[in-house]
């Protein structure tokens, strides 16, 4: 099993930079696939960032791309999610999600992860 644990959000104004981090534990995380998804306030839960473990690609949504990095660091059991340039159509609860058997091609789906952490809030002012 992986638990998850996010934190790093917070409140800045349009422009800025936020850095998340995800917290892993569990033996199996080096060969889990990581991803960020966030959910708005009265909306549906939407992909942002993935990592997936087979071939170390990453993917990105089309509203997150040029602006955010995933990354991962597999001796702290850490991820990441830097977001720069931020506007404030990026206010959201941001979820770090894990999948152990994740297959590649349902990186934005987020049915497909077993693992999921808190969430953590990240609030852009303009």
């Known amino acids: 099993q992986v638990q998850l644990v996010e934190s790093g959000g917070g409140s800045v104004q349009a422009g800025g930079s936020l850095r998340l981090s995800c917290a892993a534990s569990?033996?199996?995380?080096?060969?889990?696939?990581m991803a960020w998804f966030r959910q708005a306030p009265g909306k549906e839960r939407e992909f942002v960032a993935a990592l997936v473990w087979i071939g170390a690609r990453t993917y990105y949504s089309d509203s997150v791309k040029g602006r955010f990095t995933i990354s991962r660091d597999n001796a702290k059991n850490l991820v990441y999610l830097q977001m720069n340039s931020l506007k404030p159509e990026d206010t959201a609860l941001y979820y770090c999600a894990a999948d152990e058997a994740l297959f590649p091609r349902a990186y934005s789906d987020s049915a497909e992860y077993e693992y999921w952490g808190q969430g953590t809030q990240v609030t852009v002012s303009s």
């Open positions: 569990g033996r199996t995380f080096s060969r889990s696939s």
